[in-house]
């Protein structure tokens, strides 16, 4: 079947710009991840949603970010007046979920984000 | 507080082992994983370990985990080109979370 899916896969902006990038996770996975990867770093947790439930949204770095998932399906993340310490890969994972047990997390190719 | 520690880079020649290391600063970890991240690709899940484990093993995949020492190693026996990819270390203490390492890119030497 179709894995996680991401759009777009590179995206050059300019600072102060607005931009949104785009996640299709699994069909059925409830659970969704937003996670940024910067040159030489790890990944950093940025968001989860989970079903219903109220987001996690403890990674966030600033209030310049947000995301949402609309039906509990595509999640968007906002960037708003980029700057340039934002360029990064953003990765999106979907899970199924079972709490208490390990859910393993499948990966989108992420979105190359360049902010000039 | 949560860090991940891994090396940048490894390089071994074809048919070797190779021997990925991590160090992690929270006893409370339920959860240690290893992915995989190959180039325009998403990261994979390659394999993971309860807490509770100190040892697994999978195919060429051995994971051992030093919980006193919070060191995690991924061993890749008769390591192959196609094993070339950054190898991510991660922790966590719920279904969720994960707190990732920089990464150690492996390079297979044919």
């Known amino acids: 079947g179709a894995g996680v899916s991401q759009s777009p896969s590179n995206k050059v902006t300019e600072k102060g710009k607005d931009v949104e990038l785009r996640c299709d996770p699994i069909?059925?996975?409830?659970?969704l991840y937003w996670y940024r990867q910067s040159l030489g770093q790890g990944l950093e947790f940025l968001i989860y949603?989970?079903?219903?439930?109220?987001?996690?949204k403890s990674g966030l770095p600033s209030d310049r970010f947000s995301a949402e998932r609309t039906g509990g399906s595509v999640s968007t993340l906002t960037i708003q007046r980029t700057q340039q310490e934002d360029s990064a890969v953003y990765l999106c994972?979907?899970?199924?979920?079972?709490?208490?047990?390990?859910?393993?997390?499948?990966f989108g190719p992420g979105t190359r984000l360049t902010v000039l | 507080g949560e860090d991940v520690e891994q090396s940048l880079f490894l390089s071994v020649r074809e048919g070797d082992s190779s021997v990925i290391n991590c160090t992690y600063t929270d006893s409370s970890s339920t959860y240690l994983y290893w992915y995989k991240q190959e180039p325009g690709a998403g990261l994979q899940l390659l394999t993971y370990i309860f807490s509770n484990m100190d040892m697994k093993q999978d195919q060429r995949l051995t994971v051992l985990l030093n919980k006193k020492d919070k060191h995690l190693s991924l061993r890749i026996a008769d390591t192959q080109t196609g094993d070339s990819a950054i190898y991510f270390c991660a922790e966590s203490k719920s279904s969720y979370k994960l707190i990732f390492g920089s990464g150690t890119r492996l390079l297979v030497r044919p």
């Open positions: 949603f989970q079903g219903n439930s109220a987001p996690d």
């Open positions: 994972a979907s899970s199924q979920w079972t709490s208490g047990r390990i859910n393993e997390q499948f």
């Open positions: 069909s059925g996975h409830t659970a």
